[in-house]
């Protein structure tokens, strides 16, 4: 049947895609950017607290690390929608079955 085929190919590289997002959210920063008396630094949680780590005033690694959370919000965003894609690639594969 060549509409199953074309869907578990779908399913295949929908997961693959899955796999590589996560593999680079691991790679990226989790938190915001917060500027306190010019001096900026960044702010996570860690174990159910919230935590700071100093970054410095240097705009170059400010602007490489405000790259690094955008990058990490869209591979968020991209990881959920294929995640979604995902259940309904599988729901349909149920009801070829």
Same mark, same amino acid.
């Given at each position: 049947?060549?509409? $199953?085929?074309? !869907?578990?190919?779908?399913?295949?590289?929908?997961? +693959?895609?899955?796999? +590589?997002?996560?593999? +680079?959210?691991?790679?990226?920063?989790? $938190?915001?950017?917060?500027?306190?008396? $010019?001096?900026?630094?960044?702010?996570?949680?860690?174990?159910?607290? !919230?935590?700071?780590?100093? !970054? $410095?005033?240097?705009?170059?690694?400010?602007?490489?690390?405000?790259?690094?959370?955008?990058?990490?919000?869209?591979?968020?965003?991209?990881?959920?929608?294929?995640?979604?894609?995902?259940?309904?690639?599988?729901?349909?594969?149920?009801?070829?079955?």
């Amino acid at each position: 049947m060549l509409i $199953g085929s074309v !869907v578990k190919n779908e399913a295949l590289r929908n997961a +693959q895609m899955i796999e +590589q997002y996560e593999a +680079q959210l691991a790679t990226l920063p989790k $938190g915001s950017l917060i500027s306190r008396k $010019g001096y900026f630094y960044l702010k996570f949680r860690k174990d159910g607290k !919230v935590c700071d780590e100093y !970054v $410095g005033k240097d705009p170059v690694k400010v602007s490489e690390l405000r790259e690094r959370l955008a990058l990490r919000k869209h591979c968020e965003t991209m990881l959920s929608t294929l995640r979604q894609e995902q259940k309904k690639i599988h729901k349909i594969l149920e009801e070829l079955v």
